[in-house]
């Protein structure tokens, strides 16, 4: 195969970011889209499909009918049964993140499409930037010692509004959840990314939106099996002026390390001197951060065209489900305990779906 027939299921803000991904992934072709809101599901046709208003569909079946491979970008309740039906059709499949509304859902989707053999990715793309990518490879340094401690904050204005305008995420049956679950899932991802495999959690919660059932903050503490404690503060808020802003600061033995922004940093760290070297200290953003990510042989940095070409060839893509569902364990342990008044809840390894 040399071209990959794409559709789009859910033409919104995130089904637009991949389409733009996708216009730049070596043998895509976007032939099929749905939405709910034709209009919108036509603009996005005449944008990035050569098929132009050809290209909109009655519904989600004539999408899988048409294509090789389908990104589900719906609200997240609906994502169980399209990947379900992705899976049956033998179609490559990316979801967005996340999964599910709960984790036992999340797992019978993983399950769904180990067992159907596809090729399969989920929206947890910042695991494709840049800045982490660096961030991760550096304290990953035998010289920078044992990682001791990561500070993690994740703050963006509520997504019911503004340029994100997605009134379901205020509708607890359609999102599962708030801040942790329908944003914060991303960084529940990258601090096992980072650190490694986390054995408890705690987390304590609230809601001062009224919105029932949609947690507007939460501050999670994690404990790896190395060791390594984390702290994740999410936050929904109404300064329109702040869309999705993180700050990450991770302290090692022998140095420090912190990321803004999300894909071009800046990066900045302050080694301490070690046996293999004098003190360094450096701060990276733009170009000079992705010229430093390819001096390590760092790469990877579309996630579309990642799928793209995992599709084509046949071969895994990642992040899998199998990982999101990682993710996916961690937030349900953290509603759990935020529930039980901020116990600890032990985390295990997952089995194989």
């Known amino acids: 195969m040399?071209?990959?027939?794409?559709?789009?299921?859910?033409?919104?803000?995130?089904?637009?970011?991949?389409?733009t991904g996708l216009r730049s992934a070596p043998g895509a072709r976007i032939v099929a889209v749905h939405d709910l809101d034709v209009d919108r599901a036509t603009r996005l046709a005449e944008e990035f499909s050569p098929l132009g208003p050809e290209a909109v569909m009655a519904g989600p079946d004539e999408v899988?009918?048409?294509?090789?491979?389908?990104?589900?970008?719906?609200?997240?309740?609906a994502h169980p049964a399209l990947v379900a039906d992705a899976a049956s059709a033998g179609l490559a499949v990316f979801c967005e993140k996340p999964l599910a509304k709960t984790f036992d859902q999340a797992r019978e989707m993983t399950a769904a499409v180990a067992m159907a053999g596809v090729v399969n990715q989920v929206g947890l793309v910042l695991r494709h930037s840049p800045a982490f990518r660096l961030l991760r490879a550096?304290?990953?340094?035998?010289?920078?010692?044992?990682?001791?401690n990561v500070v993690f904050r994740d703050d963006q204005y509520l997504p019911t509004q503004g340029m994100y305008g997605s009134t379901w995420r205020g509708d607890v049956d359609k999102a599962g959840g708030g801040a942790l679950l329908e944003h914060s899932i991303h960084d529940l991802d990258l601090l096992e990314w980072l650190i490694g495999?986390?054995?408890d959690v705690s987390a304590r919660m609230g809601a001062v939106h009224g919105l029932p059932g949609i947690d507007d903050q939460a501050t999670v503490t994690l404990t790896a099996q190395s060791g390594a404690q984390a702290a994740l503060v999410s936050v929904w808020h109404d300064v329109l002026t702040r869309p999705s802003q993180r700050r990450v600061e991770v302290f090692a033995g022998k140095g420090y390390f912190s990321l803004e922004g999300d894909w071009h940093g800046p990066v900045g760290y302050d080694i301490a001197e070690t046996e293999l070297g004098p003190p360094n200290a450096d701060r990276l953003e733009g170009h000079g951060l992705v010229d430093r990510c390819r001096e390590l042989g760092l790469s990877g940095f579309q996630p579309d065209a990642d799928f793209v070409s995992s599709a084509l060839d046949r071969r895994p893509a990642?992040?899998?489900?199998?990982?999101?569902l990682e993710a996916h364990r961690l937030a349900d342990a953290a509603y759990r305990s935020a529930a039980s008044g901020g116990v600890t809840i032990a985390t295990p390894p997952l089995r194989s779906p």
């Open 197 to 199: 495999p986390i054995a």
């Open 2 to 19: 040399t071209e990959l027939r794409v559709g789009i299921i859910g033409c919104g803000l995130i089904g637009r970011s991949h389409a």
């Open 318 to 324: 990642s992040p899998d489900f199998r990982l999101a």
């Open 64 to 77: 899988m009918a048409a294509v090789d491979a389908v990104y589900v970008c719906t609200w997240t309740s």
């Open 138 to 148: 550096m304290i990953r340094r035998p010289e920078v010692g044992p990682i001791m």
